[in-house]
């Protein structure tokens, strides 16, 4: 038995069924690694000693690489020092201060652990703003798992009431949405662009983000945009200034600290006295060891190339991968930013192609995911795009030659 | 102005109204501080120099002290191999078989960063096994601040509607919850003694928590002991152990890593097949720094006497204050147990008394807190006992001359 396969059976036992959430691989192609001893850079080792170009990031937590050494240092010379204690580190105003200059419509900030905890924080100073309930979401939207905005088993109807779905980039649904919640619209939640899982991505359309503003701004409710998952990749600033829309909260993670643990909630002082009256704490929330290495994570995305690199490679891969598709006569979408590359087949409903791709790509050191977007960081560089593009033209053929039979694996997402 | 002072004046411009939280000192007596350069073992040097020997231990998190070289160590090791990324490390396997191991109903385990994130997960497990709703909490019993638990601004009535409330250490009043519920029963929370914020502690009665997995056991709801706080602290297992009580589930956090962010819940096989259906994940929440910790803290919870040592140092503390306040003709009740400290004093409605000591203490370099309970860690040592005893000493004869104002610092606390 490989190392990695008596891990995958070890983990069966001590975990309620294996490793969870969106690590857990049992939806994923077969031969998908789970366990991995090193990272540094672009590339993973995993368990049995076989290397990977990641073109996950860790779900997009490394803007910079994996292991950065100068970010690490940061870290590491502040928790030597202190990390969480009976009180906060001077570090943690300094990177409020930095972070707040920083992003155009943010007057303060509240420093989280989880980026669910950011999206929650919001939901609540709204709610706790407008004395209203409802909270606009676009429909396959992602906001975190907390029980306002998910559908999981052991969230309560009461939980879930305060929800009105729309339909991301269309405007008249989005107006009925707003009439949907009559007097009691507390928030219009919004992703920076259609990142769901399983669809084509769609840029954010200017007239909806507009739209969506100008619906706050008569009905008194709070425009939220939830950047956790985009933040950074788009832009030196939230990611709605591409389409000139500031909200009034904005929710950060993954990146902030380049992967080490740390979200923020990001408000204006509109909202400033509802979020001085809503309670909130967590024992880590305050560990400036993630603050010393955000200040660092700040100053490269201030000083660097680095959106315009991620913004050229990301370029180079789409346009290589639409070649070398072409040329194996192979049907392939690519949508959204380069920066948060997505990648689905034509004809392919239930990812029978996409597997079969994902799968060849990861059997040639190139881990891909089959249906999320990905996230290209600032430590590929072309050569890895090169690798990157040898191996998808031998995926192509091989999947082009393959009888591929239906896809069973993605019924474990919903079992 | 202090450095302080300036630190606090800064933090009123970015953070809603300053520093907020557990961490926030406008509800504490005047003189307390906020801001801290370093911290190790049991002391920690706030940003003007001074030094004090911490009774708070982060609220909980270090067992063993601050910056302990060992645990911080194994962290940064782990870190340079790899942190968070797109997989997990196989020390999550690990840390998960050693936890269940040495927590008696363990089964499984799921790892998360908040404290909160355990207690929530807790309940929504619990209401997916059940297919029920309601869940019964003690008055003044804290378990996280989530929305289900929480009585902030922001909360709405549908995510309150599940909460039936009892006394803790009441049946009675533990049967009529049970009752009020009916056939819509999901858990029993308990926390492991009572430590409610402004009250004397107590030990929690063998019969009131074997009525609890009674009811719960006739009624197939889960009994979930909220070990956040507590966790390690009074055993070396889950803390109702003590009181031959085994839960369905339980939740840890704070202290499981010495301070290095990660909690957990812990479940029993009777639970695992809802933990397997109930949605969760986090960007952070496989970070493998804090379980390479979270590994050297549990070797050293299971073959070293910390807990024979921080038992014994609480007594020595717990002895030697009794002595002190009678000596000075001070009424102090110290209750809960001796590793987790708790001072009120007689006749002291609005703590101002609580207040002016808690103040004479901070300002003779000793760091207690007025209104919540403390923490004693494994790095305490005599001396430091008998250093704390000669200031409460002065402190509690300044208290006892003093002409004492109405406490106006509590207020802050609800404005």
């Known amino acids: ?25 049992r939806a994923m192609p077969e031969n998908f690694p789970q366990f991995f001893t090193s990272a540094k850079g672009v590339r993973m080792t995993d368990v049995d000693g076989k290397e990977y170009i990641d073109y996950m990031c860790a ?93 999981s088993p052991g969230v309560t109807a009461g939980e879930k009431a305060g929800r009105i ?10 107006e009925r949405a707003v009439m949907e919640a009559g007097d009691d619209l507390a928030a219009i939640f919004a992703t920076p662009f259609k990142h769901d899982v399983f669809i084509d991505q769609a840029e954010p359309d ?30 030196r600033d939230c990611s709605w200034s591409v389409v000139g829309v500031e909200p009034d909260l904005s929710a950060w993670g993954k990146c902030i600290a380049n992967g080490h643990p740390i979200s923020a909630l990001l408000g204006s002082d509109t909202a400033r006295e509802a979020a001085a009256k809503v309670r909130y704490t967590g024992s880590f929330w305050f560990q400036s060891g993630p603050m010393a290495a955000g200040l660092v994570t700040l100053d490269r995305i201030m000083n660097t190339p680095y959106l315009e690199n991620i913004q050229s490679l990301g370029h180079s891969l789409r346009e290589g991968m639409a070649k070398v598709a072409q040329k194996n006569g192979v049907g392939l979408r690519q949508t959204g930013p380069v920066t948060m590359a997505m990648f689905l087949f034509d004809d392919d409903p239930d990812l029978r ?63």
Request: net charge negative; hydrophobic share 45%.
């Open 1 to 25: 038995m490989s190392r990695q396969d008596a891990l995958k059976q070890r983990a069966q036992s001590v975990f309620p069924r294996g490793i969870y959430g969106h690590l857990g691989t």
């Open 59 to 151: 779900y997009g937590l490394n803007l910079f690489g994996y292991g950065d050494e100068e970010i690490n240092n940061a870290f590491v010379e502040q928790m030597r020092k202190t990390d969480t204690l009976t009180g906060v580190s001077p570090v943690m105003v300094e990177f409020a201060e930095r972070f707040t200059g920083i992003v155009s419509h943010a007057d303060w900030a509240v420093f989280v652990k989880n980026g669910t905890d950011a999206t929650t924080l919001g939901a609540m100073i709204a709610r706790a703003h407008t004395k209203r309930e409802k909270i606009i979401i676009a429909e396959g939207a992602y906001h975190g798992m907390a029980a306002w905005s998910s559908a």
């Open 165 to 174: 779905s729309c339909t991301y980039n269309d405007v008249e649904s989005l």
């Open 206 to 235: 200017p007239i909806y983000a507009r739209r969506a503003r100008d619906l706050c701004d008569k009905t008194g409710a709070l425009l939220v945009v939830d950047d956790v998952r985009a933040g950074f990749k788009l832009a």
């Open 353 to 415: 192609k996409g597997y079969r791709f994902c799968a060849e790509m990861v059997s040639r050191g190139v881990y891909m995911h089959p249906f999320h977007n990905m996230f290209i960081s600032d430590a590929l560089t072309l050569d890895d795009v090169v690798q990157t593009l040898d191996a998808a033209d031998e995926a192509f053929r091989a999947l082009a030659a393959a009888e591929l039979a239906p896809n069973t694996r993605l019924a474990a997402l919903t079992a």
